[in-house]
RNA sequence: AGCGGGAUAGGUUAGCAUGGUUAGACCGACGGGCUCAUAACCCGUAGAUCGAUGGUUCAAAUCCAUCUCCCGCUACCA
């Protein structure tokens, strides 16, 4: 399977906020891991992507940080891009070290003016075919003074005209769930700027005939159902089932790729984006090539060869991407491939043949990685960033982690106490400690002699044929895209290390190589040497930045990334050694520090709830808060009177070595061993001025751990709102445990 | 709301298209061993009514029906 062209098409990051570990997970990761692979293997690998950055999206977040569009581009293609990197994603360089015929990387954006041109040209290619249709469909208009502008139905709400929800959407009410034409939805407002006057226009776009594509796309899917996981089936036979209609690929846009047309009825609409990002694939094989290598030689990627050989197509991407391609962009496609062949809407498009461009092979795609329990979500805040992550953890310690706990076949869960659990328990316990061990031991042998002194392989026949089947399953498993179960097999070879080491004891010699047992012992110690080696190669797609530490330290020399993926079976290897002495390949992670910066991370995403709200998409969390604050709500005396307050002086305070705004107060509440409770209130009150005061306290309230400690009970304290925080005192002595009514 | 996917030991999960040994793995817990190694390693034990209920079958985690919860798409946040 050497040699062979593989094109690694990874889905475009909207260039509207920075990367977060659900990318990472989803859609970054994994192409990644198949790239290093595949090169690995000694195929051509090929892997385009992008910042996808047009769309009505970016000009909001343009408009409220008071910038062009293009600055926010600018900024998080170059944020993401970044970050991409150094996680070890392998953009760069863009010519692959064996030379440009072995492929390489490009990371452009849909702002390129080469891409724009590809883009018309293919638009003006796929019109003159007669795939396009013109329809007039109604869109939301914001009235301005000097000309107003379209706006999506998701920035449109009014009242429902069927159940009178004031919240409606612009096409759909989530209060009863009908839908409606945009004319229908009563007194129509823009939630970006709701004094403006909303019309509803007549507006003239483009459709791509999808239609003419039902039944080749049937047939295109029911040759891949050996290869597509399930979700990738369902989800494309759920689109055929419904029946392809015409999709729209014109906008009213003022953030985008112009029509190449001419005449004033087309003066401000764009291409629509996902017609346009998704040709990305394409435009940035080409631009590659003209960059980077020979002009034509993207071809050798994308295009069936003239005796018929195929390349290999992988999309990586999220479940929610999986229609677009595997319909809509293999639609595109093949309207090309029927364009180019001078055809038009009167024949039916077929199946690529020789010449033609390639339709995917694969779309490995992933279900979501979940973070405690909830979505990921930019405009909840609700995340963690790959940057501010980047900025604190070695990238392999989060490419570990994703790995073996990658949402393959569901949806998974990132938590930190997990993750740190498995970085040191795993990644560092079983994989780092092999290593290490190893490389210390050898190190301690007699002055004059070297690990390589006391090779026999012979002696090793069990081991040696242990970890080729290891190498086998692992290959099989990257080969069907089953990161888990390959990582998990390199795993285990560590852990067959570590058993190897355990039962040699290899200690008991180092010092005393002349012992009865110690050519057998020492034997297994140096073949932990090609252990390691192999582990150095077959983690190297998983964890590249340690396996190159790893490769360092073993003497080797050169990039580990290049080495031959079967050579980490190789015997015949010279055993080698370097002289520096043998550091620990990663760091040991402490939770608390880490729950401490995370806390951090929380309060600041809870105070800033409010103010993101209104442009959350779904709607009935807004609704639910909003009822809450309408009117007051009347609680009858005896719910009064089950809470129970009473008196209590505060006997010391200290500071919650867990938490950052709590105190741990213990309180003489008149019984023998008094109570603790856990306060926030350092930002208000130094220990000092506590201790001493008479307080007012809830007794039964339900005893709550807070950041470990158990907390009975609660301190009265006044809030104006606005930072002032006082707590409720005692006019003059009473005795402690009195009840307060 | 409609459609699609998911739910398996305390945690993370494999197995399910083609029903058939004791439902496999990693982490954690417990017991023992080792002491070279980053509180690391090795051996062993316990722990699962396979989301709920009903059905098909000689046999169901696996097939069918209904329900619950989670996720996605429909509907410009991966």
Known sequence: MSGEHVLVCVAWPYANGPLHLGHVAGCYLPPDIQTRFEKAKGNKVLMVSGSDEHGTPITVTAETMGIQPQEVVDKYHKINLQALNDLGCS???????????????????????????????????????????????????????????????????????????????????????????????????????????????????????????????????????????????????????????????????????????????????????????????????????????????????????????????????????????????????????????????????????????????????????????????????????????????????????????????????????????????????????????????????????????????????????????????????????????ALRFSMNAAQLGNQMIQNATPWLFINDIEKEGAKESLAKLSFGWRLCRFLSITMQPFLPFSSQRLWNMLGEQGDCSLQDWSSAIDWSIDTKWSDQTPSPLFTRLDLSEIIQREENLVDISQDSQEGVEHTVKGSKKIKDGKKMTEGIKYIDFESFMDVELQVGKISAVKDHENADKLYVVSIDDGSDKGRTICAGLKEYYTPEMMVGMSIVFVANLKPRKLRGVMSEGMMLAADDGRGGVKLITVDGEIETGSRVR
């Open 91 to 485: 953009w760069e360089p863009n010519i692959d070290p064996r030379g440009s015929e072995f492929g390489g990387a490009l990371f452009n954006r849909t702002t390129d003016p080469d891409h724009k041109e590809i883009v018309a040209k293919n638009f003006t290619k796929l019109m003159e075919a007669g795939l396009f249709e013109k329809k007039v469909m109604q869109q939301y208009y914001e009235v301005r003074k000097g000309g107003g502008r379209f706006l999506p139905d998701r920035y449109i709400e009014g009242e429902c005209p069927t159940c009178g929800n004031q919240e409606a959407r612009g096409d759909q009410c989530d209060a009863c769930g009908v839908t409606y034409e945009a004319f229908e939805l009563i007194k129509p407002r823009s939630k970006m700027n709701p004094e403006a006057e909303i019309q509803v226009k007549d507006t003239e776009h483009f459709f791509y005939r999808l239609d003419l594509f039902q039944n080749i796309l049937e047939k295109h899917a029911q040759e891949r159902q050996s290869v597509w996981k399930s979700n990738v089936k369902s989800m494309t036979k759920q689109w055929l089932d419904m029946g392809l209609r015409p999709r729209a690929v014109t906008r009213d846009l003022s953030w985008g790729i112009p029509l190449p047309l001419d005449g004033p009825d087309w003066d401000g609409k764009c291409i629509y984006v996902w017609f346009e990002a998704v040709q990305g694939y394409y435009t940035c094989a080409k631009l590659w090539a003209e960059r980077y290598a020979d002009t034509d030689s993207w071809e050798k990627w994308w295009k069936v060869s003239s005796e018929g050989k195929k390349p290999r197509h992988l999309y990586f991407l999220g479940k929610d991407n999986i229609p677009f391609h595997t319909i809509i962009w293999p639609a595109i496609i093949l309207g090309l491939n029927h364009a180019n062949r001078g055809l038009d809407s009167s024949t039916e498009p077929c199946l690529p043949t020789n010449g033609d461009l390639h339709l995917e092979d694969n779309v490995p795609a992933m279900e979501y990685l979940m973070l405690a329990g909830g979505q990921f979500s930019k405009s909840r805040k609700h995340a963690i960033w790959l940057p501010s992550f980047l900025e604190q953890f070695d990238p392999d310690t989060l490419r570990y982690y994703l790995s073996i706990n990658m949402p393959e076949n569901h949806d998974t869960d990132f938590n930190w106490s997990d993750f740190v659990e498995r970085i040191n328990s795993e990644l560092i316990a079983a994989y780092g400690n092999f290593v290490h061990r190893v490389l210390t031991l050898g190190n301690r042998l007699p002055e004059g002699t070297g690990i390589h002194d006391f090779e026999d392989l012979s002696l090793c026949s069990a081991e040696m044929s242990k970890l080729e089947l290891l190498h086998q399953e692992i290959t099989a498993s990257l080969d069907k895209h089953r990161y888990k179960e």
